[in-house]
């Protein structure tokens, strides 16, 4: 039955002056969940090797995403045509942080009950998982994508790597510094 419908019967209850009736209706048919928040904590090493995994690709779209520290770099090269903004301000970042920038998403939400680890996370854009927030797929019509092949897509991971060991001096730069390492250890293990 839709939810709507079974609302409808919850208020037709009320009306009729049997919230006994109205009660038994909302929790045997469209119950409220109240479920413990597992928290959340992923960091740079455990991103890079979901990435990895996922080939950089956007499970939700299919779409190819870029390393994070990929995008700081061509954002430290090329200032004026892909600004970035240290606390994203949406104003005066490019809009490749929203668009390729690869994130972790919760398959389940984590508020929805979903677990913290490898087995629920997945790669998508800044976009998307704001846009998909606390939802799950099935409520917004969305469906899981497979994953990519790292060796087709990396991410232009290799082209950061290759970058900073020209120029070294960039990871003088602590996000640059941090995305590096997690690189060098997710690749190593692949």
Request: charged share 20%.
């Amino acid at each position: 039955m839709e939810k709507g419908e079974i609302l409808k019967r919850v208020c037709e209850a009320l009306l009729f002056g049997d919230p006994s009736r109205a009660s038994v209706i909302a929790t045997q048919e469209y119950a409220h969940e109240n479920l413990a928040f597992a928290g959340r904590k992923y960091n740079e090493y455990e991103s890079t090797t979901i990435f990895l995994r996922d080939g950089f690709l956007d499970r939700y779209s299919g779409s190819k995403l870029v390393f994070p520290a990929s995008l700081r770099l061509i954002s430290h090269l090329m200032p004026a045509e892909f600004p970035a903004h240290p606390n994203w301000k949406m104003s005066e970042s490019h809009m490749v942080y929203w668009e390729l920038f690869p994130t972790i998403d919760h398959v389940v939400p984590v508020a929805r009950g979903g677990a913290d680890d490898q087995t629920n996370w997945v790669t998508t854009s800044m976009i998307r998982n704001s846009a998909k927030s606390n939802w799950l797929l099935e409520e917004l019509g969305w469906n899981l994508q497979p994953p990519g092949n790292v060796r087709e897509w990396d991410g232009l991971t290799g082209w950061f790597m290759q970058y900073i060991e020209q120029e070294p001096t960039y990871l003088n730069d602590p996000y640059l510094k941090r995305w590096h390492r997690a690189a060098f250890r997710a690749l190593a293990a692949i």
